[in-house]
């Protein structure tokens, strides 16, 4: 992911917790909040409850992925956060979360095709 497609700045996180909206699953929480720029930028949040490191760390790449692959319309600040169980849910499981939520925020790009193709790619 580059640089500019990244919330970095604590007071950035911040923003989009404080004057954004949200909408939750299961296993994952997703915080909006329109930026007015070109892209979007994309941050991710995943406690120590939900496991060490290595987890933490999994989660993070697989959230990430998942988002990559579904397409997001330019214009938002988005924060992913990570519920307890998550690392438990299969990968298919975690990219319908990430689809379900982004279409129910209206954050989806219209020009990109929904899911996955057969071979994992777009």
Do not use: C
């Not at 004057?19 to 930026?35: M, P």
Request: no cysteine; aromatic share 6%; charged share 30%.
């Amino acid at each position: 992911m580059r640089r500019e497609q990244r919330l970095r700045k604590e007071s950035e996180f911040e923003a989009v917790r404080k004057r954004g909206r949200g909408w939750s699953s299961d296993i994952l929480v997703l915080r909006t909040l329109s930026n007015g720029l070109p892209h979007s930028r994309f941050g991710y949040v995943v406690s120590k409850r939900i496991g060490g490191a290595v987890v933490r760390n999994l989660v993070r790449r697989r959230i990430r992925e998942a988002v990559r692959l579904t397409g997001v319309a330019p214009g938002w600040d988005l924060v992913f956060i990570a519920r307890v169980g998550v690392a438990d849910a299969p990968y298919t499981r975690l990219a319908q979360t990430v689809r379900d939520l982004l279409r129910r925020a209206r954050a989806l790009d219209d020009r990109h095709p929904e899911g996955i193709t057969s071979s994992g790619r777009v």
